[in-house]
């Protein structure tokens, strides 16, 4: 099905190879590499302050590298040619994570650091994202406060590039949004190089769904367009989960254990029991969150490449591996016949929400087929398919649905069958089971023949123990405040 095509202000998706690959390219431009650094380059003392900064955990730590450090005043130096320091057209650091984009990861790193200087290329394993955003974005204020014109242009203006996959940008992102929390506005935007396996933050915001062979000369036009392309929103959604206390989970990276369980209990309707000692979980994603087969499949593959990683060294390796493992796994040939309880998720799972311009929840019912539901925030999922689908006008009134976007403070909630339909829904003959819009989802889980639940989040997946007596419940929420997003188209 198609639909009428989108404004020009909203991204639209990538799926197609093709567009993968010209997603990180400028047809016919040539970019001078010492034209780009200009750009790009913030002065050598500001550099090396947040350095120091970022080293030694102080946001003041890069004093001394002030010009005339001494009397703590920001005067000319000697390396500016005895003019004032200027700040860049667009400053502009880097996060790249070298175990991503298999043997390119750290010859990607010299040449960026190459293009940009190596204090403003932050490898992960070195530099986490909330230390930059505490003592190297807080070395940028401070030096701003002691009157410093050059790093208050650099600190409004800054960029991030992100390279690596979804999990890696939305591990950023969350950091980045901490600015918001403390009032440090402005929130730098973020751009992708795409490294990762599905990279679907990626192809919705233009930059394509993986990297070109040719990345030596790809890299400079990409950074060229980071520093041009328009800002675009990007909703967030915050996950509890509430459990009974006691519970042993292994969390993904993704969750955090939380202080005080503050779940909506307006409207609240459960049909188990909810224990009067409780854990509680917490996170945020970008794209999606599931639960059923597929988060279970995932979670399968995760540990087995864990086990084995040389079953899995780069992204058309992992995609065939990920392939072959879900086969194993019951998806397109299961048991149902001797284990009715494994046929779908309804024995198991109750869906609130709230639609649309309504602050009431509302029970929708689970479809007793479905093996898989998956609440969507982007147009993209599993590498770049839209299992939504281009929805026609006619259909989005008679469903009460509205056109999704990534900005749209709503989630598109779809059912997955056995694998044989997942399958032609991720290539897009047919859609996925429409289930719901919504703009808070509430789901209720409880054990019995079934002891545990597979989740996922953008793409980490864990195992959710399930108490027969007592449910366990996972809310979600819109947060408030919208990511910036570098548009790569």
């Known amino acids: 099905m198609e639909s009428p095509s989108s404004s020009a202000t909203r991204v639209t998706a990538r799926s197609s190879m093709m567009d993968s690959f010209r997603g990180c390219s400028l047809s016919g431009i040539r970019i001078d590499k010492e034209d780009l650094k200009k750009k790009l380059l913030m002065p050598t003392y500001i550099r090396f302050a947040m350095r120091d900064s970022i080293r030694?955990?102080?946001p003041t730590a890069g004093d001394s590298r002030l010009p005339g450090s001494h009397d703590l005043v920001a005067v000319p130096s000697e390396e500016n040619g005895g003019e004032d320091a200027v700040a860049p057209e667009m400053p502009m650091v880097v996060f790249i994570n070298p175990k991503s984009g298999g043997r390119h990861g750290p010859m990607l790193k010299e040449r960026l650091q190459l293009l940009m200087g190596e204090e403003q290329v932050f490898d992960l394993l070195d530099v986490k994202p909330?230390?930059?955003v505490q003592y190297g974005l807080g070395c940028l204020e401070h030096l701003a406060e002691l009157g410093d014109k050059c790093a208050k242009e650099c600190r409004q203006k800054i960029r991030v590039m992100v390279a690596g996959g979804d999990g890696t940008v939305g591990w950023v992102l969350g950091c980045l949004s901490e600015l918001q929390k403390q009032g440090r506005e402005p929130v730098p935007p973020v751009g992708v190089i795409?490294?990762?396996?599905?990279?679907?933050?990626?192809?919705?915001?233009g930059w394509g769904g993986s990297f070109p062979f040719a990345w030596k000369s790809a890299i400079k036009k990409t950074l060229y367009r980071a520093t041009t392309g328009p800002i675009c929103r990007l909703d967030s959604w915050n996950i509890l989960i509430q459990m009974p206390d006691g519970t042993v989970l292994e969390?993904?990276?993704?969750l955090k254990l939380a202080e005080e369980c503050t779940l909506d209990e307006v409207g609240l309707e459960i049909q188990g029991q909810l224990p009067e000692k409780r854990t509680c979980y917490e996170g945020v994603f970008y794209n999606y969150f599931s639960i059923g087969m597929d988060a279970q499949v995932a979670y399968g593959f995760h540990h087995l490449r864990n086990e084995k990683p040389y079953l899995a060294q780069g992204p058309i390796s992992n995609k065939l591996v990920y392939s072959g493992y879900s086969c194993t796994q019951g998806w397109f040939f299961t048991p149902c016949t001797s284990d009715p309880?494994?046929?779908?998720?309804?024995?198991?799972l109750r869906i609130h929400v709230k639609k649309v311009n309504c602050s009431e929840w509302e029970q929708i019912p689970v479809?007793?087929?479905?093996?898989?539901i998956v609440a969507l925030n982007l147009h993209n999922y599993g590498s770049g398919r839209n299992p939504w689908g281009n929805l026609k006008p006619d259909y989005l009134e008679k469903r009460g649905f509205v056109e999704a976007h990534a900005d749209d403070g709503l989630l598109e909630i779809f059912g997955l069958k056995q694998g044989w339909h997942a399958s032609f829904v991720m290539v897009e003959l047919i859609s996925?089971?429409?289930i719901a819009q919504a703009a808070a989802i509430r789901l209720e889980v409880r054990g019995g023949e079934w002891k545990n639940a597979y989740m996922q989040m953008d793409g980490e997946p864990w195992k959710q123990p399930m108490d027969e007596e007592f449910s366990t419940l996972v809310e979600i929420k819109r947060v408030p405040y919208q990511s910036p997003m570098i548009s790569g188209d």
Do not use: Q, Y
């Not at 795409?194 to 915001?205: H, K, Y």
């Not at 309880?341 to 198991?348: E, F, P």
């Open 56 to 58: 030694l955990k102080d």
């Open 130 to 132: 909330h230390e930059f």
């Open 194 to 205: 795409p490294l990762g396996t599905g990279n679907d933050l990626s192809r919705s915001f």
């Open 251 to 254: 969390p993904p990276h993704s």
């Open 341 to 348: 309880s494994l046929r779908g998720l309804r024995n198991i």
């Open 367 to 372: 479809p007793s087929s479905v093996r898989a």
């Open 432 to 434: 996925a089971k429409h």
